[in-house]
């Protein structure tokens, strides 16, 4: 059998990284497009890297930039994937706020370039577009495939237009393109901004003596938290269908950021009580209250459905971060 080829955008992120490994575990080629830097930005790929001069490599990393629609197309050309899953993005609704204009290039342009390039090629690849419940904003939970959009933020602003322009690309020219709605979904391999990580961090820095404080913003928001580990396979499972379709992928489970906060505590000993402090910096102009996806569509159609919820997912990220700062 022909080896599969897939091509992913953003492979140095969390998901990326989950992606790619899963993908190898198939039996995949898998090209990866990472961002030029003078300092290494590959670390959630180290376990994976491959030597370029292996004879036979697996994982082929290729410089680019979703900015890039040239450089983009003529990988595209050259690669000939058999599916593309674009997962890059700038993708943190905070900073969305100071750079509109650079997010909705990367996030909302990019993936047309995408989409085109397949188009032009003529070819059978199908496309992943990573799609995000921040499109669902201000609309009452529990949210699925049919509810109403309302976006809140330039970063989700940027991702409705992604996400039109592959239902539009599926619609007007066949291409068997995908729209993974994903709720938040977190890891160990999660960037330290991002509130998840940023909370079990700070508590295996106060829990080993190096750290005393957490400043959070809004901590009645409410969101559904499953494993980034767990929620790439559902990008897959999304491209191994026969007609191409948009899913929600959730855990149907919703927490506040407090309870968050709460949980990851008490898993190390601590009381929240004495480390937390609210800082108002970190509340965004205009807030999302509560997202908690229904994921009835993907369990039916997919077979997918969430093992990990926020609580052990919460107690999964801070023994991986107790381990990481006692070194």
Same mark, same amino acid.
Not at 252 to 281: M, P, R, S, Y
């Given at each position: ?7 992913? %955008? @953003? ?9 790619? $490994? ?15 830097? #003078? ?26 930039? *979703? ?5 983009? %197309?003529?990988?595209?050309?050259? /690669? ?10 700038? #993708? ?39 799609? %995000? ?12 495939? $049919? #509810? ?12 409705? *237009? ?17 729209? @993974? ?18 909370? %079990?961090?700070?508590?295996?820095? /106060? ?25 790439? $396979? ?34 190390? @000993? ?12 970190? /509340? ?7 997202? /908690? ?7 039916? $159609? ?26």
């Amino acid at each position: 059998m022909k080896t599969q080829v897939a091509l992913i %955008t @953003g492979v140095t992120g969390q998901d990326g990284s989950y992606l790619a $490994e899963f993908l190898l575990g198939k039996g995949y080629e898998v090209h990866g497009i990472i961002r030029r830097s #003078s300092s290494f930005n590959t670390g959630r790929l180290d376990h994976i890297y491959q030597d370029p001069h292996d004879p036979n490599p697996k994982l082929i990393l290729h410089y680019g930039d *979703m900015s890039d629609g040239v450089g983009l %197309t003529n990988l595209v050309r050259e /690669i000939k994937p058999d599916e593309v899953y674009n997962l890059a993005a700038q #993708s943190h609704v905070q900073v969305s706020f100071s750079m509109p204009q650079y997010t909705g290039q990367i996030d909302g342009v990019g993936p047309v370039v995408l989409l085109e390039a397949i188009r032009a090629a003529g070819s059978e690849t199908r496309f992943y577009q990573a799609s %995000t419940s921040e499109l669902y904003g201000s609309t009452p939970p529990p949210q699925n495939e $049919e #509810s109403m959009f309302r976006p809140r933020s330039p970063y989700a602003a940027a991702k409705l *237009m992604a996400y039109w322009t592959t239902v539009n690309y599926r619609e007007a020219y066949g291409i068997h393109a995908t729209n @993974g709605i994903l709720f938040n979904h977190e890891s160990p391999r999660r960037g330290e901004t991002f509130v998840t990580r940023k909370i %079990t961090r700070a508590v295996a820095d /106060i829990a080993h003596g190096k750290s005393k404080k957490l400043y959070l913003g809004n901590v009645d928001s409410v969101r559904d938290w499953g494993y980034a580990k767990e929620f790439v $396979e559902s990008m897959w499972m999304m491209l191994q269908q026969d007609k191409p379709s948009d899913y929600v992928v959730a855990t149907g489970v919703g927490a506040t950021v407090q309870q968050f906060v709460e949980v990851a505590f008490a898993h190390a @000993g601590l009381n929240w009580q004495d480390h937390l402090e609210i800082d108002k910096k970190y /509340i965004r102009p205009t807030e999302v209250d509560a997202l /908690i996806g229904d994921p009835s569509k993907a369990t039916r $159609e997919l077979g997918w459905s969430a093992k990990t919820h926020w609580e052990d997912l919460a107690k999964l990220m801070v023994d991986a971060d107790l381990k990481l700062v006692k070194g």
